[in-house]
């Protein structure tokens, strides 16, 4: 197994990979819409792979996706000391690769990633419920930040 920055060739693969993790956000977010399938999750992955400040780190074995994850950089308000922060999102592996360390090696990827572009000011957004990510996110160093709070009126 590897880990590697994806391209645009890998469009396709990554792309069916997106559509199972949304799948998966959409059980544990009642707030998704799983028709963005559909309309608008492979025209944002085009984009991305696109752009110079979002990379995507991919865990392949035989040409097969194991797992994948997202980051990007953006520009913090001035009353912040760091000028940019980088933002990793999406970490997502197949259930039967799981518990094989591949998340650890995705985000090793991603923070790698940041680092050779200078950014030492990451982020990552995690659903509450989900205490297995925070676990992985707690080894490599990130810390409690902000806590989120939602309404919904019914």
Known sequence: MRIR???????????????????WECEIDDRLDPNYINNGLGSRLSRNLNQSNVAFFVAEEKEN???????????LPGSF????????????????YRNNRIS??????A??????????????????????????????????????LQRKDN
């Not at 920055?5 to 799948?23: H, I, Q, V």
């Not at 000391?81 to 039967?96: D, I, P």
């Open 104 to 109: 650890t090696q995705l985000i090793r990827a």
């Open 65 to 75: 996706f194991l797992g994948f994850v997202g980051v990007d950089i953006s520009k």
């Open 81 to 96: 000391k760091a000028k940019k922060q980088g933002h990793l999102f999406n970490l997502y592996v197949r259930k039967k």
């Open 111 to 148: 923070m790698e990633w940041l680092d050779k572009k200078g950014i030492n000011d990451q982020i990552i957004k995690v659903h509450f419920s989900d205490n297995k990510a925070h676990k992985i996110y707690r080894k490599k160093g990130f810390k409690n930040y902000l806590i989120e």
């Open 5 to 23: 920055k994806a391209t645009k060739k890998d469009f396709f693969k990554l792309n069916e990979m997106k559509k199972e993790f949304f799948l």
